[in-house]
Every structure is written in structure tokens, then in C-alpha cells.
């Protein structure tokens, strides 16, 4: 029995006469067209963020567009792929196939369409929308396919936005929709349309969106036909196959790099939203040469609540090792080649239908960290610390009432970033997404024009960080008021278990939610992210006795309103502020190793106290003048190593949260660090 | 198989999270001469496939398409194996 599909050699390097032995094709030829199969989807891309409704497409970028090649039993390897959702980059290449099999690629002619949004057909949940578009060859053979994804405004279901984190089956998650003739011959398919256009809240985003997605994918076949005009099929497909090939060269270098063995790894979730207890999955990866097993076998059984999922993870686990093992190149299915993925059946990464999966990007984020964490230890000089581990969203949703906009369904995901952990050279990035989004944030302006939103604050929260020889990112703090009724269901977790450091480093602040009362001014100004507990009223996460956000101290029990971040569709009155703070990322190394300049610079910045300063890193400042103190920080450098024991350091977060109105204008009457100062340097 | 066997199932047991191997008879791996040779249902880059494969030297002997019996993945349509009604192939030139 032979291996199928992966006809390149053991050689990770070809010169310019082996290609063209291999690929029959010259090397420029061959470079030409790699690029310009990307310059495809970038074609597509431009389309679709400028004519698509949702904000979540054109603002938060939650799409992908991607073109294939044909290979002659009708299976399909996604040959390019631009910016945007990263998932999608892995996604798609299995959701192509697995919905033309179903289909039959030999049932679609030309202007044929195919729509589908089934997680159990590889899609990521119901709120994706995933076209497929058959590209035949000048004999009338299926050739090449252009696909594209979206995630809309809504897909109907007793979750407004798409989201719905109590539901039990995926009877409750909205419209499924298995592979359907979307449009015939460049027509729409009317029932097709109307299906989809009477099962949302707004028809209006919905044909917007679907609008956008089909002219997204005749952009695609523009530009693929262009340079079949100019190339020919044959050469246009001999160089998707050398893209495919170099892709699969570079993993398979990075992979026979990494020590033969197995490598194992866990990451906990705090609950499904369902059932209020811990869920831990598990991974074991299995590196031969250059090829590698990833084994979730030992993972929880698939949950009650939604945050299981169906066939996803055979193709996001692969976001881990492209973003540790060769994060440069260009993603193709060339990449995921060496790799096989171990699923057990009915387990988290592998849940059985009628399943819910609604709630999949809590699984997703802990387990793209979890790849990572696992590869970091396989190959620890590219190793990098915890990232907050969830999606840091909420969807804020409702019926909108400002003049000329009555009535009109409005719906916002609100996406501001979380946070990636530190590594042996730099500090972790604040303000990104996970690893297995590479979404966008929102912008502040837009969203307030869209929606009856006003986004009052957006910034990080002081101390929260991960410490470590280089600190983990800040998440996104943020604080939002919804000028009319609406309801609001968070994409969150992180609030029980902290994302730890790495080699050393300290673990982020937990992810919390509470809703802000006003000051007397009627503002809800923050100091650093901190308010008077008095005008708190928790939501969710950690709390002391006093009311104040308290990842170590606190307790997360009956006076908070929800027992899991992940509550649906919750009232919030107009005039209302939530906040959220969301988990920070790990650090990686010893605080006390710190460079003390890197932590004067942090405290100037007041992204660290001074007192998080000597406590954590060991670093004694005059907060007034922002003089290091170099002789104490080496006393108390050595006091704290030799208090710790070998321990590492304790988790961040702001020790003074105030009560009091009275504590709280304290603190903003502090005076200013390092004033009268010129500021110290920018990263 | 009844139309719900792979569309509708119940939650499994803790102790079925493990995925399920079976070893295959008569098989050595031409790699390290092991006689421990499995086949099991993976995802692989072009979707769900079974893997014939050494376990002592992880090196893979085969990866086959699934049978109807190997139930991999657990979903499949109840029309998978359907002819396409003339409606699905609206655009197929030559179509009936």
C-alpha cells in the first residue's frame, strides 16, 4: 500500500534545474505564480472587506479566502491564502474537501456555488458562512476552486450574533445549513436565498454579506482565469504544486530540527457554560524525522454546553506548529501534509452530533496556547510563554432607536485583543489576538457609528501583566455603554485558571467582568484601569470580600450575578457600562533577571506600579523622579530570590484597588510618575 | 446501519477517550521489522483518512480512504451515497 499525496522527496531544498526535473516548470515561472495565486486571494480580500455588511467581516477581518487546486481524483489542496482569520487558513483546506466529496465536485458547472456552515462538515460554528466555487479548465474539468468564509451578523437561533453558550444540541445554535447550491449558472438559487434571508434578524446584513461573499469568489476566478490565459492551466497548476511542495519542505526541515520523541501537554478551561466544572484537554505529540502524531487522546469527554467541536481541531491543532515551527512562509496544505491528527471520538476535540459547538473559540483559543505550549518544549528556543487563552469578545446586540434608525437590528462583536506571552528576547505583544484569529481589534470610531455603542474606555489595567525576564502582554481592558436596551453575551474565559509563565516567569491576572456605576460628574474615568469597589457590581471572576477584583485573594461565588464568563443574551438597560478585563499573558524567565531599565520603563509607562516593581522584579525606583536605585535593587533582588526558594513569582495584579470614592480620588490625585521627567524611551 | 447510526449519538464513557487502534495481522513495518503495525482513522491534510502504522517506529505504512465501516469520521450524511437529483447539477452543461 502506497502513501498518497505527498510526491516530493526527502530533499528540503531544490535548485532551480530540480524544480524544473520536478515540477516541469522553470524556477521563475514557478516563483511567478506562487505569488500570484496569493495575489488571488489578496484580489478576493479587497472585495470582500469592502463590500461586505457585518462588522465583524469588514472591521474585525473574521474571514478567509482561499484558492485550490483540483488534483485528478477530485480532491482539492488550498494552493493560497491571504490575511485574515487565521483558522480559516487551516480550516478550509479540509472543508473543501469534505463538502465537494459530499457533494460531488463533478455535480458543478460553471457559475455553480456551493454554501455550507456545518462544523460537522469542517466549518468552524453556524455563524460561518463558507462558499465554494468549481473553476473548470478549457476541456470542462474541475481545475481549481476559490472559497471564502465569513462570519455574519446573525444566523437566527435563540442567540442574537451567533452565539449561543447555553445550548445543549445544535438544534439550538441557529440555521445549519448542509452543502447547498447557493447560486446556478451565476443565478441565485431563490429557495437557497430565502432560507438563509428568513432565518436571520437581519435580512439586510445577510444579503449584504452573501452579496459580498459571491462576488468575492467571481473576483477570485477573475484573477485565477488571468493568469490561466496567460500560463495555462498545466503551468498554472504545476506551480501550485511546487508551492504545495516548498511549503511541505520547509515543515518537514523545521519538524527533522526538532528531537525525536513525544512531547505532552494540558490546558484547562474554566467551565462549558453549562456545567460549572473544569474541563482539561490533553495533547501528546509523537515527532518522527520529519513527520510528527498530535494525540488528544486522554482529552475530557465532550461537553454538556457548547464549547466542544466536531472536526475543527484536524485542522486548527496545525495553527501551533506553523506558528512555532515555520511561521514565515506563506500557508498552503503543503504544510499540514506531515502531520496526522489523532481525535478521540465523543471526546472535546471531537464531539458527536447533536453536539453543540457554539461556543468553540474558548476550546480553540486554549488550544491553539496549548499547541504552542506543548512545541515550545519540543523546541524551547522558540518557546513562548501562555497567551490569555480566550477570545476577550463580547456580542452586544439589539434594536437600535437612534433618529432614522428605528427599529433597525444592530449588532456589535466587540473584539479589542488579548494578549500573547513573553519569549527568550522580547516582551509578549499586548493587544492581540489569539494565535488562532489573527483577527483585527475594532475600531472605536466605526463601531460607535454602527451601533448605539459608546466605547468609554480601552486601555490595559495596571500590574496585570505576567512577570518575567521579559513580561507577558497586556489584554484589553474595556468598558462599554449600550444607549438603548440591549443584551450582551461574552466570549470569554481565563477567570479561574491564570494563564501561567514559562522557565520561570509569573502567571497574567484573571479575566473579570463587572458592571461601573457612575461618579458624580456621571463619568466612569478609570485610574490605570482601576475604579472605587463601591461603584462595582461584579459579573464574573474573582473577587475579595470588599468587592474588588481579586485573582488571588478572591473567591467567585453566589454574590457574583453569573457563574461562568460565558452567560447568553443577558438585559443590559440603556445607560448601562460594562467593563471586562480580560486574562493577561504569562511571562517568560525570572522577574529578577529583569534588565531594571526595562522595568523602569514599565513603571514610567505606568503599565507597573512601583510597588509591583519591588515586590515582583526586585527593582527599587523613586516613583517621583524615576531614579533606579541600583544598590537597593540589588539588596532586594537578592532577598527576594532567596524568599521565593526557587518558587516562582507571585501572579500579577493591582494589590490598592480603592473602596472608597474617597480612596479612589486619592489615587487619581496621586502625583503623576516621573513628572516633570522627559519620558524614558518608547518599545 | 440505521439512517440515525451516524447522524445521532450518545455521549461516551471517560474511559472511550482513547483512540481506537486496530492491529493488523501479518504486517511488519519494512522500516524497524516491528510486527506492531495498527490502522486507525486520522484527520490528514485532505481530511479524514485511515493510517496504517508502525506503533514502535511511528512510520506509516498507508493512508487509505475510509470505508463505509470504518465509520470515520463519526458524521455522515444520510444522502452521502444519494444520486444528485437533476436540481444539484443546475449547471452542469449536458445536464439532464
Known amino acids: 500500500m502506497a502513501i498518497t499525496g505527498t510526491a516530493v522527496g526527502r530533499e528540503y531544498f531544490l535548485t532551480a534545474e530540480e524544480v524544473e526535473a520536478s515540477y516541469g516548470i522553470d524556477l521563475v515561472t514557478a516563483e511567478t505564480l506562487r505569488h500570484g495565486l496569493i495575489e488571488v486571494t489578496r484580489r478576493m480580500w479587497g472585495t470582500l472587506l469592502r463590500s461586505s455588511f457585518s462588522n465583524i467581516i469588514r472591521d474585525a477581518m473574521d474571514f478567509g479566502v482561499c484558492v485550490h487546486l483540483v488534483d485528478d481524483d477530485g480532491s482539492t489542496q488550498l494552493i493560497g491564502i491571504t490575511e485574515g482569520c487565521t483558522q480559516f487558513a487551516f480550516t478550509h483546506q479540509h472543508m473543501t474537501n469534505l463538502v465537494l466529496d459530499e457533494y460531488g465536485i463533478e455535480n458543478l458547472g460553471p457559475g455553480d456555488t456551493l454554501i455550507c456552515n456545518d462544523s460537522f462538515r469542517g466549518g468552524i460554528h453556524n455563524g460561518d458562512l463558507n462558499l465554494f466555487r468549481v473553476i473548470h479548465d478549457e476541456d470542462g474539468r474541475p481545475a481549481f476552486v476559490v472559497t471564502d468564509a465569513a462570519h455574519v451578523f446573525d444566523i437566527g437561533g435563540p442567540g442574537a450574533g451567533g452565539f449561543n453558550n447555553t445550548a445543549t444540541s445544535i438544534y439550538e445554535e441557529g440555521l445549519r445549513i448542509p452543502p447547498t447550491l447557493i447560486t446556478s449558472g451565476e443565478k441565485p438559487v431563490r429557495q437557497s436565498m430565502n432560507l438563509l434571508l428568513e432565518n436571520t434578524r437581519s435580512p439586510l446584513h445577510m444579503l449584504g454579506d452573501l452579496r459580498a461573499l459571491l462576488g468575492t469568489l467571481r473576483t477570485g476566478e477573475e484573477r485565477v482565469r488571468a493568469l490561466v490565459d496567460r500560463y495555462g492551466t498545466e503551468t498554472v497548476k504545476a506551480a501550485g504544486h511546487y508551492a504545495l511542495g516548498l511549503a511541505e519542505r520547509r515543515m518537514r526541515r523545521a519538524l527533522a530540527e526538532v528531537p525525536d520523541g513525544e512531547y505532552v501537554d494540558e490546558v484547562m478551561i474554566d467551565d462549558d457554560g453549562v456545567v460549572i466544572e473544569p474541563i482539561t484537554m490533553r495533547v501528546a505529540v509523537r515527532v518522527k524525522g520529519d513527520e510528527a502524531e498530535i494525540d488528544f487522546s486522554g482529552t475530557d469527554p465532550q461537553s454538556l454546553g457548547p464549547i466542544s467541536t466536531g472536526w475543527q481541531e484536524a485542522a486548527r491543532s496545525l495553527i501551533g506548529p506553523k506558528v512555532v515551527l515555520d511561521p514565515r512562509h506563506p500557508m498552503n496544505a503543503g504544510a499540514m501534509r506531515p502531520f496526522q491528527v489523532l481525535l478521540p471520538a465523543g471526546s472535546m476535540v471531537l464531539c458527536l452530533p447533536p453536539s453543540s459547538q457554539n461556543g468553540h473559540p474558548e476550546l480553540a483559543c486554549k488550544l491553539s496556547r496549548m499547541m504552542i505550549d506543548v512545541l515550545s518544549k519540543a523546541v524551547p528556543d522558540r518557546a513562548v510563554a501562555p497567551d490569555s487563552g480566550t477570545s476577550g469578545a463580547i456580542i452586544c446586540v439589539g434594536s437600535d432607536d437612534r433618529p432614522g434608525l428605528e427599529g433597525q437590528p444592530f449588532g456589535a462583536s466587540l473584539i479589542f485583543g488579548e494578549a500573547w506571552g513573553g519569549t527568550q528576547t522580547t516582551d509578549g505583544i499586548s493587544f492581540c489576538l489569539s494565535p488562532l484569529f489573527n483577527c483585527r481589534s475594532n475600531i472605536i470610531e466605526y463601531t460607535e457609528k454602527a451601533n448605539p455603542i459608546v466605547i468609554w474606555e480601552l486601555g490595559i489595567a495596571i500590574d496585570s501583566a505576567g512577570a518575567g525576564r521579559f513580561r507577558g502582554g497586556f489584554a484589553a481592558t474595556y468598558a462599554f455603554e449600550a444607549l438603548t436596551e440591549a443584551f450582551f453575551t461574552p466570549i470569554l474565559d481565563s477567570a479561574r485558571f491564570a494563564p501561567p509563565g514559562l522557565d520561570g516567569g509569573g502567571s497574567g491576572a484573571t479575566t473579570v467582568g463587572m458592571l461601573v456605576g457612575r461618579d458624580a460628574a456621571g463619568s466612569v474615568r478609570t485610574w490605570n484601569g482601576v475604579l472605587p469597589a463601591e461603584r462595582l457590581t461584579p459579573l464574573f471572576g474573582k473577587f475579595d470580600a470588599d468587592g474588588r477584583p481579586d485573582p488571588v485573594g478572591g473567591s467567585w461565588d453566589e454574590r457574583m450575578r453569573f457563574q461562568s464568563t460565558k452567560p447568553t443574551m443577558e438585559p443590559m438597560a440603556a445607560g448601562e457600562v460594562l467593563r471586562v478585563h480580560v486574562a493577561c499573558a504569562g511571562g517568560y524567565g525570572d522577574p529578577l533577571s529583569r534588565e531594571p531599565e526595562r522595568v523602569l520603563r514599565d513603571v514610567a509607562n505606568e503599565r507597573v506600579s512601583p510597588a509591583q516593581a519591588e515586590e515582583l522584579y526586585g527593582v527599587v525606583i523613586d516613583a517621583a523622579t524615576l531614579e533606579l536605585d541600583e544598590a537597593a535593587t540589588a539588596a532586594l533582588r537578592a532577598r527576594r530570590a532567596a524568599e521565593r526558594n526557587g518558587a516562582g513569582p507571585p501572579l500579577s495584579h493591582f494589590k490598592d484597588w480603592p473602596k472608597t470614592e474617597a480612596e479612589f480620588r486619592q489615587l487619581l490625585e496621586r502625583p503623576v510618575v516621573g513628572a516633570g521627567r522627559p519620558a524614558v524611551g518608547k518599545e | ?96
Request: hydrophobic share 35%; proline share 10%; glycine share 8%.
Open chain 2, 1 to 96: 446501519m440505521g439512517i440515525n447510526d451516524r447522524m445521532i449519538f450518545t455521549t461516551p464513557s471517560r474511559e472511550e477517550m482513547v483512540v481506537r487502534k486496530e492491529p493488523v495481522a501479518d504486517a511488519e513495518c519494512p522500516e524497524c521489522g516491528s510486527h506492531d503495525v495498527k490502522r486507525y482513522g486520522v484527520g490528514w491534510f485532505k481530511g479524514p483518512r485511515m493510517v496504517v502504522k508502525c506503533q514502535a517506529c511511528y512510520h506509516t505504512l498507508a493512508v487509505e480512504r475510509p470505508l463505509p465501516e470504518d465509520n470515520w469520521p463519526p458524521f455522515r450524511a444520510a444522502g452521502y451515497d444519494w444520486e444528485a437529483s437533476p436540481a444539484e447539477r443546475a449547471a452542469v452543461p449536458g445536464k439532464d
